[in-house]
């Protein structure tokens, strides 16, 4: 019976056959590569199709050479129906906030980074964690597969409102199969997440060395922990919701399709189920689904900024404190998003209330960066740049929300541009500049090489400028009534804005093509840049006091011992003027030795 | 003089944190700096403890939000139309009740012979074969009761109130059928005598949640249906 203790089973070998090394891994680095690559992937195919709903946009009739290779019917002659440019629409929307935006600032650096900074050579459940990974890459396959079936991919949107989702075929080209394979890959994805989720939440609490305290953690480590509390909620609930819409396509029971409906005149078989019904269940998911996406964000770019500005910040536990309040209000304010919706007006202001209560962590959040800079010895660099981009960002972004969460304003507003402005800058293109900032800082660590800085730094300037050509305008077109979500605007007032989606497109062009200089420079420096030392930004959390790349159990066979909070910088040390985390050092600071 | 550098937090390694319990300095990795596992596990509660109750967590989630869209399904329409339940759900609540009593049985005797060298594993053994059989004795019982509603033209989609019933009902089996693989996971690691303490308790505390989570259902299904 002593046998019964004699084994670690979680501890997992060395791999040794190819699948095992490469494919099937077990090992969090190469998930956390592996989750990397999807979002890459995901991210092409994302810009792709937005680059090709903006020249449609731009010029309606134009032709798009090739086009009508992927959609016969969707595009006869290379040129987009109003169908297809919304299914479009829908793919891309998805593409971005699950498969990007989720995957790349929590699954993928999250996966790399979280175990190391705990001082842990592993998650706990590292085959959850492989499953993890290929449960994620079997969603975005079997939501890609519905480019290729039948009438293609579904035109609902990335929120895929009832009784639209509930309907089938009759609903329009992609409501029958197509919603089917979304509303699959969907739930495939949350099952994923719930098991990342599992992980993230088991290392931060059980794996920590000896010497790493919570108050020790990290703020990125913070920001994992916290992202995965809220994606264990939150994806929890969307995966019911998206077995509630399947059965009602295939078993013909009427949870989302109400009674006595007519859609392309004919009377629907459902009765009584509640439209508004899906909306509570999506939003309960999507708005904290937003918060997936930016809070990692957060944890980097304080991360970063604290690397570059030499000194701490003004409170990192007010920021630790924010990001849980964020974390929280989340789940409060998800009635915002349905103030339009035909709900009970009376809900619209308690939704409205916390919806301006959670500016107010958001704003402390910013006002500690800003505050944090003023006085440092700031170094430039292409993370640093991308991590000051994102604050930008985030504030110009979050300053349209105020607006929008008033229900007033809001109903002019919702169904406009001024929507769409507004969440891909504070959510989209924010986060993706969290993403750009995250891999430069940590690409030397991940590949063993350094980046190109130079090509780094043109590609930030045009992304900074680039972002601001597209997405102000969306905020103007928005305030003239452009209404969103429409394909063409051919022969009314919306005919004078066309200059200004043409000027978009243009720059989204643009733009566009500068994230090749970031591809070309990905690959280049993975295979030819220059080999990177062990701390090359001297920073001090536990991922710089290893070996770059780090070895397999992270550490060589060592098991570091924390000292220090994670980011002593401004001190006197023998190293210059930071201190490791593993180093027992007694170090000072400038103002002690006055 | 203040100085910057802090000593890590107290560990005391003689101290064995329970279940879930936070810290010991936060020395709670798998191996220790020397590499002895064997003493690791001592004092080191493994992840599995934490792993189960984010689990029942998630799962607490899934089951509100079906419960949600129970009651606001039932309040936006007039077609909602109630059914006796089949009463073999009742003699299956005892079934799965039982097996929680003893499973905890074995639980406390496996736990026991886990502290104890000398002790055989064939007594506890048996208790979670009991538990198995009572599992699958559930898992029948729910089935004879799907094929009674069906038998009263009581199908998926015959009515709201009959589609929630699948619902829960299917959902639930199905994680009871997790939970039976979970007792055919400990039976195997019992026989090969490398049987852990945590993966046991957490096995059982699954498999206590689910009953709990079964009676929630039946009184949610008996006073909504």
């Not at chain 1, 979002?39 to 134009?62: E, Y």
């Not at chain 1, 085959?127 to 975005?140: D, G, H, Q, V, Y």
């Not at chain 1, 402390?364 to 440092?376: A, C, D, E, P, R």
Request: charged share 10%.
């Amino acid at each position: 019976m002593h046998d019964m203790l004699a084994h670690a089973a979680q501890h997992h070998a060395p791999p040794t056959s190819f699948l095992r090394k490469h494919v099937f891994s077990l090992d969090h680095k190469v998930i956390g590569k592996q989750y990397y690559a999807l979002a890459l992937l995901a991210a092409l195919c994302g810009m792709v199709l937005s680059w090709l709903m903006r020249i449609h946009l731009g010029w309606t009739n134009a032709a798009i050479p090739g086009l009508q290779l992927l959609s016969k019917t969707g595009a006869p002659g290379g040129v987009m129906t109003p169908e297809y440019y919304l299914q479009l629409m829908t793919m891309h929307g998805t593409i971005m906030v699950f498969f990007v935006l989720t995957t790349a600032p929590f699954a993928a650096f999250g996966n790399f980074f979280l175990p190391i900074q705990v001082g842990a050579e592993d998650m706990p459940f590292p085959r959850f964690n492989m499953m993890s990974f290929w449960i994620t890459f079997l969603a975005f396959l079997v939501l890609m597969s519905s480019f290729f079936i039948g009438d293609g991919p579904t035109l609902g949107g990335w929120t895929q409102y009832a009784p639209l989702n509930s309907v089938g075929a009759v609903g329009g080209p992609g409501e029958g199969m197509g919603v089917i394979l979304w509303m699959i890959s969907i739930a495939l994805f949350c099952i994923g997440q719930l098991l990342g989720s599992l992980n993230f939440i088991t290392t931060t609490l059980d794996l920590r060395v000896k010497g790493m305290s919570l108050m020790r953690l990290p703020l990125t480590a913070w920001a994992w922990f916290i992202t995965s509390c809220m994606g264990l909620t939150a994806f929890a609930v969307l995966m019911p919701a998206c077995i509630l819409v399947i059965l009602d396509h295939v078993a013909g029971t009427s949870f989302f399709v109400a009674s006595n409906l007519v859609i392309n005149d004919q009377l629907q078989p459902h009765s009584g189920g509640s439209t508004l019904l899906w909306q509570h269940l999506f939003w309960f998911f999507g708005h904290p689904e937003v918060y997936i996406a930016i809070v990692p964000g957060i944890g980097i770019v304080s991360h970063i900024l604290i690397t570059s500005m030499r000194k701490q910040m003004l409170s990192q536990r007010v920021l630790i404190y924010c990001m849980g309040a964020l974390a929280v209000l989340s789940y409060m304010v998800y009635g915002h998003h349905m103030f339009v919706s035909g709900m009970n007006p009376f809900s619209a202001l308690a939704f409205s209330f916390p919806t301006l209560v959670i500016t107010i962590p958001a704003t402390i959040v910013v006002l500690i960066w800003v505050f944090s800079l003023y006085g440092s010895n700031f170094r430039i660099n292409s993370a640093s740049l991308f991590a000051l981009g994102f604050i930008s960002m985030f504030v110009s972004g979050g300053v349209s929300g105020f607006f929008l969460a008033q229900p007033s304003i809001d109903i002019m507003l919702h169904g406009t541009y001024f929507v769409v402005g507004h969440f891909h800058m504070v959510m989209g293109v924010a986060a993706m500049f969290g993403i750009f900032a995250g891999t430069y800082f940590w690409f030397p660590k991940m590949a063993g090489r350094m980046m190109n800085e130079t090509l780094g730094k043109i590609h930030f300037w045009l992304s900074f400028v680039g972002t601001y050509c597209i997405f102000m305008p969306f905020h103007y077109l928005g305030m003239a009534g452009n209404i969103r979500r429409y394909s063409s605007f051919p022969d009314d007032y919306m005919q004078s804005l066309i200059p200004v989606h043409q000027y978009i497109t243009v720059a989204a062009l643009i733009t566009g093509a500068a994230q090749l200089i970031f591809l070309y420079n990905l690959i280049h420096s993975r295979f030819w840049g220059k080999p990177a030392p062990d701390n090359p930004w001297e920073a001090t959390s536990l991922e710089w006091s290893t070996a770059t790349p780090p070895p397999f159990d992270n550490f060589g066979g060592k098991h570091p011992v924390v000292y220090h909070d994670p980011f002593q910088y401004g001190v006197r040390s023998s190293v210059g003027d930071y201190v490791m985390q593993t180093s027992p050092e007694q170090v000072q600071t400038e103002h002690d030795e006055k | 003089m203040a100085s910057t550098v802090q000593e890590p937090p107290p560990t005391d390694p003689h101290r064995a944190p329970g279940s879930g319990q936070a810290g010991n300095g936060g020395w709670r990795n798998l191996v220790p700096p020397d590499n002895d596992r064997q003493a690791v596990l001592d004092y080191s509660p493994p992840p599995t403890s934490t792993a189960i109750w984010v689990v029942l967590f998630a799962i607490t989630m899934m089951f509100a939000a079906f419960t949600s869209a129970l009651f606001v399904r039932k309040g936006s329409s007039l077609d909602w139309q109630s059914f006796t339940l089949p009463p073999i759900l009742y003699f299956n609540t005892l079934v799965l009740l039982a097996s929680s009593i003893t499973l905890e049985v074995a639980r406390r005797r496996i736990a026991a012979v886990i502290g104890d060298l000398n002790s055989q594993v064939n007594g506890p053994a048996v208790w979670l074969y009991i538990t198995l059989f009572l599992g699958l004795l559930f898992i029948t019982g729910q089935y004879v009761a799907w094929l009674q509603l069906r038998g009263r033209g009581l199908y998926l989609a015959t009515n709201p109130s009959s589609s929630f019933f699948y619902v829960l009902t299917v959902t639930h089996a199905l994680h009871v059928l997790g939970g039976l693989g979970g007792l055919v996971y400990v039976l195997h690691k019992l026989s090969k005598s490398i049987l852990r303490r945590n993966q046991l308790d957490a096995t059982a505390r699954y498999w206590h949640f689910m009953g709990g989570l079964w009676v929630y259902l039946l009184l949610l299904l008996w006073s909504k249906l």
